[in-house]
């Protein structure tokens, strides 16, 4: 399935020019200056390139570090001190980098994650 390019679009209020992201929004100047449609046109070509480690290199053991990453910020209060609620994902984390680790994430599918979830059940 294609990627549809966000637009170019102008806030009327402040007269900026302005993109979303990933669902963040990105102030891109005066709306309508040659230098806010090269901003834009940078930023869309870096959402578009693929990152520097392609998906079949990638493992479950690589999402698992990258996803707890995520957690800790996210569910920490302030970014700062314990995980907070991110805690509450290490046990599955663990048990999907030990049964599926080196697996490549492109042949990881529902069968696989099934049966990560029986394991846990196992495990109580």
């Known amino acids: 399935m294609a990627r549809r390019i966000p637009s170019y679009r102008h806030h009327k209020a402040t007269g900026q020019a ?3 992201l990933n669902g963040k929004d990105h102030w891109l100047g005066l709306y309508g200056t040659k230098a ?5 046109d940078s930023l869309i070509a870096d959402w578009l390139a693929p990152s520097q480690l392609g998906v079949e290199d990638l493992t479950v053991a690589d999402c698992c570090l990258h996803f707890w990453r995520f957690a800790k ?3 920490s ?3 700062k001190g314990r995980h907070g609620n991110a805690i509450c994902y ?3 984390l663990r048990v999907l980098k030990e049964l599926d680790g080196k697996t ?4 990881f ?3 696989r994650l099934k049966a990560a979830a029986a394991h846990m059940v196992s495990l109580g």
């Open 77 to 79: 209060k302030h970014g």
């Open 18 to 20: 302005r993109v979303t």
């Open 104 to 107: 490549p994430v492109s042949k």
């Open 90 to 92: 290490k046990p599955a």
């Open 36 to 40: 806010s449609k090269d901003k834009y």
């Open 73 to 75: 910020k996210r569910y």
């Open 109 to 111: 599918g529902p069968k």
